[in-house]
Each structure stands twice: as C-alpha cells, then as structure tokens.
C-alpha cells in the first residue's frame, strides 16, 4: 500500500519562498514517475511539475518556470518542489502524485497561501 504525505505549505508573503515535501511509503518510489499539482478554488487541478524516476527528466508549466524546482531522493523516498518568487495566483492546495505501473496515488495535500 502506497501512502503518501505532503508537508510545508503555509502563509507566505509574495516574493516569498517555500519548499514542499512529500514523504512516500511503499517499494515503487524509485520506479515512479512524481507529480506535484494544484488546485485552486473553483479551478480545476492542473500538473505544476513532474520528474522522472530517475530524476533525469522533469517538466514545468509555464506559470511556474524558472521560479520552481522539483527535486527528489530515491534514498529518501521523498519528492520536493522549491517555489520562489511566489505570487498570490500561486495559491492553492498541492498535492503529491506518484504514478507507475503498480498504479496511480495521491496525497492528501497541503495549503500554499501567498498574500500580497
């Protein structure tokens, strides 16, 4: 069984930074491709960044390139998404998502708030 568990959003001024976390259980982290998302209100999820199993490839959307950065550690079992330069659209709730062909898991999310 696969858990995951995001930590470290918060309240955060805009320019701001913050580093997300997400701390998987289970023996497929490695072979996974992981996902970070996010929701706003009223706004459907969308796909913020992704890197390969291997952390050799990874993928932005556009509203976050060059100020995010997703990272893992296979040792670990953690993925990580470094936001800089933060603005209030950049509000929401963020969800961990790993995905390989032992199936599909998310995590219960973690609220980014940024003020202006």
């Known amino acids: 069984q696969v858990q995951l568990v995001e930590s470290g959003g918060g309240l955060v001024q805009a320019g701001g930074s913050l580093k997300l976390s997400c701390a998987a259980s289970g023996r497929f982290f490695s072979i996974s491709l992981m996902g970070w998302y996010r929701q706003a209100p009223g706004k459907q999820r969308e796909l913020v960044a992704q890197?390969?199993?291997?952390?050799?490839?990874?993928y932005y959307a556009n509203s976050v390139k060059g100020r995010f950065t997703i990272s893992r550690d296979n040792v670990k079992n953690t993925v990580y998404l470094q936001m800089n330069s933060l603005k209030p659209e950049d509000t929401a709730v963020y969800y961990c998502r790993q995905y390989s062909a032992a199936g599909e898991y998310w995590g219960q999310g973690t609220q980014v708030t940024v003020s202006s």
């Open positions: 890197i390969s199993s291997g952390g050799g490839s990874t």
